[in-house]
Structures are given as C-alpha cells and as structure tokens.
C-alpha cells in the first residue's frame, strides 16, 4: 500500500487548503483513513478519521465545525478540507491507513499505512 499526500501550502490566517491522499495497491473496503498532524517540538496528534465503508467521520475538538473528511472510494482517496486556518494548526499533515474503523481510531498506532507528510503553514 502506498500513501501519497498533497495539497499543503503557506497561507493567511482564515484561509482554506484542501489536502488529497492518494491511495494505491489495494482496496480499501472495511478500512479507516486518518489524518494526524505534528507540529515542531510537538507529538504526532490525531486531526480526523473515515470509514471506507459507510464515511463515518470522527473530528479531533480543535477542527470540529472547521475541517471536514471524506473519501471518493472510485479514486481511492481521501480528503481534508481545512477552513478558517488558525496559526496554530500549523503542522506537516500526515494521512494513515487502518484495518479497521473502531473506538482507537485517534491512536496512531493502529494505522499500518502511512504518507510522506505535507506541510500546512497558516502565517498571522
């Protein structure tokens, strides 16, 4: 399975980026798709999570009502919208693969798959 990230870039607070990972090698049916974030200095923190299957959605409390997840299972990819961008969600982004969507899904360690990471940065 490999995982290509895109879409980050240098923005004005308030501004929106799309983020785009690209999934290849198999099928992703029963699967969870994340997005986690690790700031300088910081750990790695969980953003937002989808079920493959049914597009279940789970939000961390600091981008509920401002970013939004999905996926378009024809493409195998998965989407982070990220509107209203603060400073502090500065961070290089990164999108995870799981076996499974279930009540762990903001712990890293249950993702197998993982992207290269792209960097948002939102200057004030």
């Known amino acids: 399975v490999q995982l290509q990230a895109s879409g980050g870039g240098l923005v004005q607070v308030g501004d929106s980026l799309r983020l785009s990972c690209a999934a290849s090698g198999r099928t992703f049916r029963g699967y969870a798709s994340a997005w986690f974030r690790q700031a300088p200095g910081r750990e790695r923190e969980f953003v937002a999570a989808?079920?493959?299957?049914?597009?279940?959605?789970r939000y961390a409390d600091s981008v509920k009502g401002r970013f939004t997840i999905s996926r378009d299972n024809a493409k195998n990819t998965v989407y982070l919208q990220m509107n209203s961008l603060k400073p502090e969600d500065t961070a290089v982004y990164y999108c995870?693969?799981?076996?499974?969507?279930?009540?762990?899904?903001?712990?890293?360690?249950?993702?197998?798959?993982w992207g290269q990471g792209t960097q948002v940065t939102v200057s004030s």
């Open positions: 989808v079920s493959w299957n049914t597009g279940s959605t």
């Open positions: 995870a693969v799981s076996p499974s969507f279930n009540r762990n899904y903001a712990r890293a360690d249950v993702y197998n798959y």
